[in-house]
């Protein structure tokens, strides 16, 4: 018998048994037979036989090259042999006669009579889906199909196989004839044997809870007789029987052959786990995002258990939906992204509170979710597109945010907000701090273009989003697909946020090509078919309110924003056309109607707001008259509609700025053609609106006939304070016309103070509005201003999606916004007309506002700086300042009570440290009336400086004189209180540019708005010890100049600043609250630093002097820690350091420098100030003469504890035998380094170490050095050292 071939053998060996084979002359295994072509038939049965049928290789006949690449003639399609083609027929005929198509095969289909057959319902059943099918559920023993085919498909392959009934090794064996070879058939049956256990234990490692590989392997096919038990073989238990449901039955449709291996999904679930310990587990979630407990046990029939993972639990965790959104079923990618849209919302609505550890939001950022949702947006299938824009809204958008900024835009300033972006500045952009941010927003740097998407939205998810040309999508999306009206207004709400993000953002939104075309074209039209209540199922050619809000939005970014949607997308005639009829005519649905009705108006206020749009109020006047006279008409319903109400107060909100218009004039010219044309030839004239003030007076007079009914007061919601703040435009712009008598309005003013404030003010239910701000100011209650938890700093948003309580500043029954309204009006009265002064600041007398301004001035902890609390604060900032202004109107022409003049003077300096960015005018109007006013400063006149002198006698050891005291300093300082304010409205105002936006929109100067969009409140406009600016600005420009400052410049900064620091260490004590004591010894240092001459002038050391003494102060000194942080100082000892260096290059024995010098020498702090004072610092002893008499702290402080510090120690012995340290050169320093080393050395400490024993040991044995020093206290009097 030939041996088969083996491996490693090569081609030659080959040939060699081909050889042996063909000399044997054995019969080949296989017989080569060659059939003929097909179509020639028998055309080639004539050839003659081949002369060799045997398979030889023949190499030596082979061509060298290969034949060269001639293209073959075509080929000509033939006729079946026993099918000829006519000659005839037209092949397109017999092609249509013999067509396969689908619809050919449809147009054949006969329905079956099923009259007589018996209709049979399915059984019910308790599971749903079936599970996934596993490889690893396959049975034992069964063969394993090629991977290329489906795993059922593979099944059925497998069944075949088997039934074609293999022949087993036995049955083989016998047919091979006489077993000439027995090690073959040995091999044969191992081989069988080894098949089987292969796939036995591959069967088992696939199985659950065992490794399980990514890989798909291809293994072989194994026979039914592999698996089955042989003749001497141990039979194995057999597999449970499958526990079902339900009965199998064979009369059941395709049930003839139970299959059970396709019936493992119908088994119940495995046992859910009860969770023994407080480990945290993986959320999971409902298919309406709800949060599942983890021993929740729902049915299977909601289909939440279709997850490998923990398959008892119900529910599906967020990297299973993630997972999912990936699928290739698109129903499946849709459903993922609207159970993480649900799951969302429900995150920001606060519903899962403490349940889950961390931040939902925060971690779908981290995890890509941005960009999985860009990514779905350019899927092909729209319900994908629309759930991903869904998912995409609730994760920008707050509803809560837009709810709250449209319900307060008629409120005092309301139309102005902070942008809704990041407050963490890029580090190019720090210093650019006298750059508006207006302008600043218009540019951007190119670093910024360079960063990818991922890096932009990991500081800022909007940057991010608009850096992936989502803007081109979501026009593609409206323009082209159409989808439904929630996929419209999802868009029209992510624009609207976009909006809100900044100036940049807004433009970037106008300028998108075709966007703003699109939606003004298909959701604005001026024509459209009626639209009855109920949902509209299409939004195309149907006008909707969102995207007129998404347009005063954008407008609300920047007036050159607004002067182009008014003259590039014909928005005047859709203002005309959804003005003009009232909205239960505009065919609309009712809510939407007035919705549209109330955008329209707010659109056309904020063009207003920058002195635009007025030509339309000439043609559009008799429309705003007929709707200001249905107003009375609107506010007796009972009870008030609160969209109706919002339409009211938009309309006075608009009459307001169309007011204000009349009566300003524009300034200068404006460099924009586009505003130009809009804004300065569009001025509405005095005589267009004086009819106006008898209309709202009537409204105003009905609404609070209903403020002894709170419900209804409630109701009627921003109605009375837009009344009052058109009243004072109303007469702010009748006192601005030269050409009217003053007399007039003079007298108008007294009608309307006789008639309807002042019983106003006299009012019971009045006093219960002051008397509820403390219960809903946001400084009063801290907590109220606390972050959400779900609110990640690269996606800012107000968080306000539960909404806000009734007892807080943007509550239902907040008194702000009225509060705030009337003490406008009343500051334009009192402004205009100074006779009514004193009578309507008898408002100030409330015990509510007493009350209210104490808890605001006591000290407390300050709301944290949030998107909410920035907004909140401002509105209550409003108020405080109004009050303020009012009461210096009032103390400007009658004495204040000492009181009351001392609260609003703390309420004054207290708002000025509080003030955000956009408030910059307030700060400056502070500083100009109550800050720097001695009508505010009672304790003058009362004894307040005969007090402080009264305090220096009782002083202990205080030998100071007259002139040079307390009294005497204060009482100068108010004597320089004019040049001490010009002093602060130098260095303390903000940039320039800032200033003069703030200006603009709080003098109502129209022409000059450039945006309603605020700076970005990143910090208050001034530090919290804004009272040392000035000086912390001199010793910055003494550094940045080595030649040295002017010396009256520098001197008069100095005594300014130290004359109004005493004045509130004094008096206001509470001022300076928030500054800790180490930071005023670090800012009475930079005096000394400032200049090598100023600390020598004689007004500046009594001022130094006082400070001094005010710090060392017995409830002062314990709150002295030079450990802590201090703000503006990164290290208090390298302050020392040079304040060391400086002390001994110039102090030539200054005994004020030496007190400073060694107030931080104290034991209770660092060891590191008297190192490097005695290790580095040994010249400045001889300088410190400051004698013990004047140390403005006891002994005591520097000698108790004993020093422990071997190294400090070893110094003071060092000077002390050196000479360096000498009683007369040093005295303070002297009793403490005698005190210390003599406390040393006879010190009986058992446990010292044997460094210190050393040292003990050395120091005795040269006592002889220091006789007189170590006798020195032994008497326990430090007070007279004797001579060395």
């Not at 539960?802 to 807080?808: H, M, Q, R």
């Not at 008499?1189 to 035998?1217: G, H, I, K």
């Amino acid at each position: 018998m030939l041996s088969r071939p083996k491996p490693g053998e090569s081609e030659v060996d080959l040939l060699r048994f081909q050889s042996q084979f063909l000399a044997a002359g054995a019969a080949p295994a296989v017989q080569l037979v060659k059939k003929g072509n097909r179509g020639s038939g028998d055309a080639n049965s004539d050839r003659p036989p081949l002369q060799d049928h045997r398979d030889v290789v023949m190499l030596n006949n082979l061509p060298d090259l290969p034949p060269a690449l001639v293209p073959s003639p075509p080929k000509r399609a033939r006729a079946s042999p026993g099918h000829p083609l006519p000659e005839d027929e037209d092949p397109e005929e017999r092609l249509r006669r013999h067509d396969q198509h689908i619809t050919a095969v449809l147009t054949k289909i006969i329905e079956r009579d099923t009259s007589s057959v018996t209709v049979k319902l399915p059984v019910p059943s308790a599971v749903a889906f079936p599970p996934v099918f596993h490889r690893s559920r396959d049975t034992q023993g069964k063969s394993a199909i090629s991977g290329k085919r489906s795993i059922f498909a593979q099944e059925i392959a497998a069944r075949r196989i088997s039934e074609a009934r293999v022949p087993s090794v036995g049955e083989v064996v016998p047919n091979l004839g006489p077993p000439e070879d027995p090690s073959l058939v040995a091999f044969l049956r191992s081989h069988s044997h080894t098949q089987e256990q292969t796939g036995k234990k591959a069967s088992e490692e696939q199985r659950p809870g065992g490794l399980s590989a990514n890989v798909t392997k291809e293994e072989p096919l194994m026979s039914s007789s592999a698996s089955e038990p042989k003749k001497g073989d141990k039979l194995e238990p057999e597999a449970p029987a499958l526990a079902l449901p339900v009965t199998l039955q064979k009369e059941w449709l395709h049930m003839d052959t139970v299959e059970l291996e396709k019936l493992h999904w119908t088994q119940d679930l495995p046992p859910l786990r009860r969770q023994q310990t407080q480990e945290r587990m993986q959320a999971r979630f409902s298919l309406q995002g709800e949060l599942l407990a983890p021993d929740v046990d729902l049915p299977t029939h909601l289909g939440l258990h279709h997850h490998g993972e923990e398959a008892e639990r119900a529910g599906y965790s967020l990297q299973e939906l993630f997972h999912l959104t990936r699928s290739q079923v698109s129903q499946q990618r849709a459903l993922a992204l609207h159970v993480l849209a649900q799951v969302i919302s429900r995150a920001q609505a606060g519903e899962f509170g403490d349940r889950l550890a961390g931040s939902v939001l925060s971690l779908l950022l981290d995890a890509g979710f941005l960009f999985l949702l860009r990514f779905s947006l350019d899927d092909r299938v729209d319900g994908v597109i629309a759930a991903a824009i869904r998912a995409l809204r609730a994760l920008l958008v707050a509803p809560g945010d837009e709810e709250l900024l449209d319900r307060t835009f008629s409120w005092y300033h309301g139309a102005l907000m902070f942008p809704l972006m990041p407050s963490q500045e890029d580090k190019e952009d720090e210093d650019e701090d006298e750059e508006h941010p207006a302008e600043k927003a218009k540019r951007k740097s190119p670093e910024e273009e360079r960063r990818p998407p991922p890096d932009l939205a990991r500081h800022d998810v909007i940057k991010g989003l608009l850096a992936t040309s989502l803007l081109p999508r979501l026009r593609y999306v409206l323009e082209v697909t159409y989808p439904g009206p929630a996929v419209v207004l999802d868009i029209l709400a992510v624009l609207i946020r976009l909006a809100r993000h900044s100036l940049e953002s807004a433009t970037r939104v106008l300028e998108c090509p075709r966007l703003i075309e699109t939606i003004v074209r298909e959701f604005l039209p001026t024509s459209w078919s009626p639209v009855g209540a109920g949902p509209t199922p299409n939004l195309y050619k149907v006008p909707c309110a969102t995207a007129m809000k998404l347009l005063r939005v954008l407008a609300s970014a920047g007036r050159n924003i607004a002067a182009r949607l008014l003259s590039s997308f014909d928005l005047r005639s859709r203002l005309c056309r959804f003005i003009a009829e009232a909205p239960q005519e505009l065919t609309l649905p009712p809510e939407e109607a007035e919705t549209l009705s109330i955008e329209a108006l707010r659109l056309w206020a904020v063009a207003a707001s920058y002195g635009q749009g007025s030509d339309l109020y000439r043609e559009l006047y008799p429309v705003v008259m007929r709707a200001l006279q249905v107003v009375p008409q609107e506010l007796s319903t009972h009870p008030p509609q609160p969209l109706s109400m919002q339409r009211i107060a938009s309309l006075l909100t608009l009459l307001t700025q169309l007011t204000l218009a009349a009566g300003s004039t524009p300034t200068e010219t404006i460099s924009d053609s586009v505003e130009a044309s809009l804004s300065v030839t569009s001025l509405v004239t005095w005589t267009q609106v004086s009819g106006l003030q008898p209309l709202v007076e009537l409204c105003l007079r009905q609404t609070l006939k209903l403020l002894s009914r709170p419900e209804m007061w409630r109701a009627v919601g921003p109605v009375p304070a837009a009344c009052l703040l058109f009243l004072g435009a109303f007469y702010q712009a009748w006192s601005q016309q030269p050409s009217l008598c003053p007399e007039d309005w003079l007298q108008d003013m007294e009608r309307l103070s006789e008639e309807l404030l002042l019983p106003l003010l006299s009012q019971p239910t009045l006093g219960s509005l002051w008397d509820s701000l403390r219960h809903c100011s946001p400084l009063c209650n801290p907590l109220s201003c606390a972050p959400a938890s779900e609110a990640p700093p690269s996606l800012v948003s107000l968080g306000c999606s539960g909404g806000c309580p009734a007892l807080s500043l943007a509550g239902s029954a907040s008194p702000f916004p009225f509060l705030t309204a009337l003490l406008s009006l009343l500051n334009t009265l009192a402004r205009i007309h100074k006779g009514l002064c004193g009578q309507l600041a008898a408002i100030l007398a409330a015990p509510g506002l007493q009350k209210y301004f104490l808890q605001c001035v006591a000290p407390g902890a300050a709301p944290p700086l949030t998107p909410f609390s920035a907004w909140a604060l401002r509105h209550e900032y409003h108020l405080q300042y109004l009050a303020l202004a009012l009461a210096q109107k009032a103390a400007t022409l009658q004495p204040l009570p000492a009181t009351h003049a001392a609260l609003y003077h703390g309420m004054a300096l207290a708002l000025l440290s509080r003030l955000l960015p956009g408030s910059e005018y307030l700060a400056h109007e502070l500083l100009l009336s109550c800050v720097f006013r001695l009508e505010f400063l009672p304790e003058r006149t009362t004894g307040g400086p005969e007090a402080a002198d009264f305090s220096d006698q009782l002083s202990l050891g205080s030998s100071r004189a007259p002139q040079c005291g307390q009294g005497a300093l204060l009482a100068q300082a108010c004597q320089d209180l004019p040049s001490i304010r010009s002093c602060y409205l130098t260095h303390c105002l903000p940039a320039q540019a800032s200033l003069l936006a703030s200006q603009a929109l709080y003098r109502a100067e129209l022409q000059r708005v450039p945006t309603l969009l605020l700076p970005v409140p990143t910090e208050p406009l001034l530090p919290t010890d804004w009272p040392f600016l000035p000086l912390i600005r001199l010793y910055h420009r003494a550094s940045d100049t080595p030649s040295g400052l002017p010396p009256t410049d520098t001197v008069g900064t100095a005594m300014r600043v130290l004359q109004w620091v005493l004045v509130l260490e004094s008096w206001r004590p509470q001022a300076l609250w928030a500054v800790p004591p180490a930071a005023h010894l670090a800012r009475l240092m930079c005096v000394f630093l400032v200049d090598s001459e100023l600390f020598r002038e004689s007004p500046v050391q009594r001022l130094v002097a006082a400070l001094l003494a005010q710090l060392c102060q017995p409830q002062v000194l314990p709150n002295l820690s030079l450990d802590c942080p201090l703000p503006g100082l990164t290290s208090f000892p390298d302050l020392y350091a040079n304040f060391l260096d400086h002390f001994e290059a110039v102090s030539f024995g200054d005994h004020l420098f030496g007190a400073l010098v060694l107030l931080p020498l104290q034991r209770r702090f660092s060891v590191t100030f008297r190192l490097t004072l005695f290790g580095e610092h040994v010249g400045a002893l001889r300088a410190l003469s400051l004698p013990l008499t004047q140390l403005p702290v006891s002994l005591e402080c520097y000698t108790v504890p004993p020093e422990d510090n071997l190294a400090l120690l070893q110094l003071y012995f060092r000077t002390l035998v050196t000479g360096a340290l000498r009683p007369h050169w040093c005295p303070v320093l002297y009793a403490v380094a005698v005190a210390h080393i003599n406390s040393f050395i006879f010190s009986q400490d058992p446990q010292s170490s044997d460094e210190v024993k050393a040292a003990r040991r050395s120091m005795l044995q040269k006592t002889w050095l220091l006789a007189d020093e170590v006798s020195f206290l032994s008497a326990g009097s430090p007070a007279a050292p004797p001579p060395l």
